[in-house]
């Protein structure tokens, strides 16, 4: 073995790994002298356990050892020697994650790169407007398409100062979100109003405040519709809303209730109707709405959505109400949502106006018209 790994030494010099070593012997194992398989590799580095000093000496010890042609009547030394399986799995391994580790250094040093040279082609005020979309929960991809329409819709305008530059894009989207105003009472009564959306979204308490404003507010008769016989004690929660505002109210759980609920409130002004929350994914519930909205006959459909959800599960959730005929958006919980940006794609993807915005649980209290202005502001997170 000493004079295997001197010749080891001599043929790839003092700085060779030796990775594994393993006496060979012939058929005849008794009688044939057997030989040492050593494999060694200078492109790896195998830390020695040797202090120092001791590891220098080693190596002029090993140097100056047998002669080459000693040692190779004895040994046979070879980078390319196989070695036992176990070991060559281990190998590949340490290979495999050698070169990832090598990989994840390249891709950091790009990325950087590649931040180093996005920022100085952007002016001062748009990377910050860029930033601001980020916090404001706008998808990275939509911030940047918004960049690079205000940079094309403003050439040779000056977009070094943020304030400016935001308040340019705050137009740019104001051009974007529909609205449709408050609701509007015609000759023809009643005006029936439905709300649909999925369950939590806050429905019941929309309407509660729909209904006190139309009451207390504007003075018209109102009369209230609920078909969300499902969830429990939602029929009390809004019969204690009418009990409160003295309004006449109707509980329907089939279609044929439904024509006849609204006939006895065909001399109100408007009626609101309160339905069940239905998952976007639920095909079944959603043609049960659509039966049901078909018989009330409905002016205006208003599908309610929280903003708290994602963009994703808003523009999900509206697609798949869209069968139901759903006329414009009431989007609430304004409040508990931690950014605005998610509304954007909902806005402008959806076809629907913008109805109605509530902020609390506050009756009749925390509910406004939409505007397209305030809608801006919020979705750039200009105002609360």
């Keep these: 073995m000493p004079e295997a790994l001197a010749l080891v030494r001599r043929e790839l010099g003092p700085d060779a790994a030796v990775l594994h070593t393993r006496e060979v012997r012939g058929i005849k194992r008794w009688f044939s002298a057997g030989r040492i398989e050593v494999m060694a590799s200078t492109g790896v580095n195998v830390p020695s356990r040797m202090p120092a000093a001791q590891r220098t000496s080693a190596a002029a010890t090993v140097t100056t050892a047998a002669p080459a042609t000693t040692a190779a009547s004895y040994a046979h030394a070879s980078t390319q020697a196989a070695a036992l ?45 860029f930033t601001d979309l980020i916090e404001a929960e706008v998808a990275e991809e939509l911030a940047r398409e918004l960049i690079e329409r205000l940079r094309q819709e403003s050439p040779g305008d000056p977009l070094d100062d943020p304030m400016l530059a935001k308040a340019r894009l705050a137009r740019m989207i104001e051009e974007e979100v529909r609205v ?9 009564r009643p005006h029936v109003v439905a709300l649909v959306g999925p369950t939590g979204v806050g429905k019941t308490t ?34 204690t809303y009418a009990d409160i505002m003295d309004l006449p109210m109707e509980v329907v759980s089939t279609p044929r209730e439904m024509r006849q609920a609204v006939a006895r409130l065909s001399g109100v002004d408007v009626v609101f109707m309160d339905t069940a929350g239905r998952s976007p994914r639920d095909e079944l519930k959603i043609q049960e709405l659509k039966t049901m909205l078909a018989e009330a006959n409905p002016n205006e459909v208003y599908l309610v959505l929280s903003s708290a959800a994602s963009a994703a599960s808003l523009a999900r959730t509206a697609e798949q109400f869209a069968s139901v005929g759903t006329t414009a958006l009431v989007l609430t919980k304004l409040d508990e949502a931690t950014g605005m ?21 506050n009756v009749p209290d925390d509910i406004r018209v ?8 919020l979705v750039l997170g200009m105002e609360a």
């Design 85 to 129: 399986p176990d070991y060559r799995a281990k190998f590949r391994e340490d290979a495999v994650s050698t070169k990832l580790d090598d990989l994840c250094s390249l891709v950091e040093q790009l990325c950087r790169q590649s931040e180093s040279k996005t920022r100085p082609e952007m002016p001062e005020g748009l990377f910050k407007l």
């Design 180 to 188: 449709t105003g408050p609701i509007r009472v015609g000759t023809t």
């Design 370 to 377: 939409a505007d397209q202005r305030h809608a801006a502001r």
């Design 206 to 239: 929309t309407i509660a405040k729909l209904a006190a404003n139309f009451r207390l507010r504007e003075k018209l008769r109102v009369g209230l519709i609920t078909v969300d016989t499902y969830r429990i004690a939602a029929v009390e929660q809004l019969r």
């Design 341 to 361: 940006g998610n509304l954007l794609p909902v806005l402008r993807g959806s076809h629907l106006p913008l109805a109605y915005l509530t902020d609390g649980q």
